[in-house]
């Protein structure tokens, strides 16, 4: 795990890039990195988030900004700007099921090929799908969701890279850390090592890559 500023951490990362981003509605999202992949034009985007956001909070920052060319989400009604960008085919939008989308990204944590879950049998969900037959159930068959970069914020991080979440904040976050090639975190607070209880540690070092100093 290295040290670095937000410029140096956005900066590894390429145009037309697979970015997974933390947060539900703009909680818990790493607004820093976000301003700055804004300020650093990174643009043709695939954004793996559970939602939006809204104009100008959380992942929507980067809809202002025109810089996502792909969304996969679990909802986008809250942002008018997404819907006008999807309508005028300026941005290719996947709307998943928000239990699916959760195990997709926690497969492609694990190692997962995917997941089987009946949510979506029977509707356009299943179009172009894979149907297996478990018990006399029928299910989907969903790949698992990774990219290859985390944006991720969290409460404490210590000087090795182990994180906790605070309340709600936690949402995707945790599960997003461990489904990317690299992981690059903020923290509201830094903390010397054992600060954070080995049982309150919800993301391990292991999983971190970069953590952006503070001040």
């Known amino acids: 795990m290295r040290t670095l500023s937000t410029e140096e951490a956005v900066a590894m990362i390429p145009r037309g890039a697979s970015v997974m981003v933390g947060g539900f509605m703009g909680v818990g999202a790493p607004e820093r990195l976000l301003d700055e992949v804004v300020r650093q034009q990174k643009s043709e985007l695939s954004i ?6 809204t104009p100008g909070k959380g992942v929507g ?42 195990e997709r990204i926690r497969a492609g944590g694990c190692g997962l090929g995917g997941v089987l879950t009946p949510t979506g049998v029977g509707t356009l969900v299943a179009e172009g799908k894979r ?20 944006l991720v914020h969290a409460f404490l991080a210590d000087y090795l890279g182990n994180l906790a979440y605070a309340l709600t904040a936690r949402n995707f976050n945790p599960i997003m850390a461990m489904a990317a090639d690299t992981v690059i975190v903020t923290a509201e607070n830094i903390v010397p090592v054992g600060v954070i209880a080995p049982d309150h540690v919800v993301t391990p070092a292991p999983l971190v890559d970069y953590l952006i100093a503070n001040g």
């Open 48 to 53: 793996i988030s559970n939602d939006a956001a």
């Open 61 to 102: 920052k980067l809809f202002d900004a025109a810089l996502v060319l792909r969304l996969t989400a679990t909802h986008i009604g809250l942002n008018p700007l997404v819907q006008q960008q999807m309508l005028a085919n300026k941005l290719a939008v996947d709307l998943v099921p928000q239990g699916t989308f959760a």
């Open 131 to 150: 149907q297996i037959q478990v018990n006399e159930t029928t299910f989907l068959l969903e790949t698992a969701l990774r990219a290859q970069f985390a």
